[in-house]
């Protein structure tokens, strides 16, 4: 099926560094989504992205986060400056419209110490 | 408060058994429903989806029924494999980009 893959599979960095998460989504997919899950819990949206611009976001999304997608490489999650907090799994996700399946990739593991 | 609620943390089933995974939700605009499945390690995969028009879907092994005057769907995985065993999330979305998932539930075979 469908690949979104993602760079790295996990990073350990230390508190108050910056962090990026690269995401190569399905190639014909207009809609990018990231997620966070604790410990193989609960999937918990963070944003999702179209054309450009964030559509929406959720209130784990802090100020220190921010994504983007320049120039139709890579879509990215960059975290400055982390937190112990932001240790997590973190999931892109691609879609081809909106409400549509979310193709996931294998995740990134995030170790803030 | 949750939007999406799947009842069990787990459930464990004896192989050829049939599993029952419930979900229930809140929000009445939602009306896609899919359900993901995870093994440890990876990332979910789509298992199976109903939308809101729909009180059935079928898939193989996999069945799932939805109540939408209850607010509740459940997942049936007939003659249940070791295979089968992974974490199973309930998820939804309606009026809305986002697609919000159950805690889910982890099934042993």
């Known amino acids: 099926g469908p690949k979104v893959l993602q760079i790295p599979s996990h990073q350990i960095i230390d508190m108050g560094q910056m962090v990026t998460l690269n995401c190569d989504p399905v190639?014909?997919?207009?809609?990018f989504y990231w997620y966070k899950q604790i410990l193989g819990q609960q999937m918990e949206f963070l944003v999702n992205?179209?054309?450009?611009?964030?559509?929406?976001k959720s209130k784990l999304f802090k100020d220190q986060f921010s994504v983007e997608r320049p120039d139709g490489s890579y879509f990215t999650l960059k975290i400055q400056p982390t937190a112990l907090e932001d240790s997590a799994v973190y999931f892109c996700?691609?879609?081809?419209?909106?409400?549509?399946?979310?193709?996931f990739g294998e995740g990134s593991r995030l170790i803030v110490v | 408060q949750q939007q999406v609620r799947q009842s069990s943390q787990s459930l464990t089933v004896w192989e050829g058994e049939t599993a029952i995974l419930n979900c229930s939700y809140e929000?009445?605009?939602?009306?896609?429903f899919p359900w993901y499945q995870q093994f440890p390690g990876e990332g979910p995969a789509l298992l199976i989806a109903i939308r809101s028009v729909s009180d059935k879907k079928e898939d193989g092994r996999f069945t799932i029924f939805f109540n939408k005057r209850e607010k509740n769907l459940s997942l049936h995985i007939k003659d249940s494999q070791p295979g089968d065993s992974a974490t199973y999330f309930c998820a939804a979305s309606g009026g809305s980009w986002q697609l919000i998932f159950g805690s889910g539930t982890q099934l042993t075979v």
């Open positions: 929000n009445s605009a939602f009306d896609y």
């Open positions: 996700a691609s879609s081809p419209h909106a409400g549509n399946t979310l193709y």
């Open positions: 992205f179209y054309n450009g611009k964030v559509m929406e």
């Open positions: 190639s014909n997919h207009l809609y």
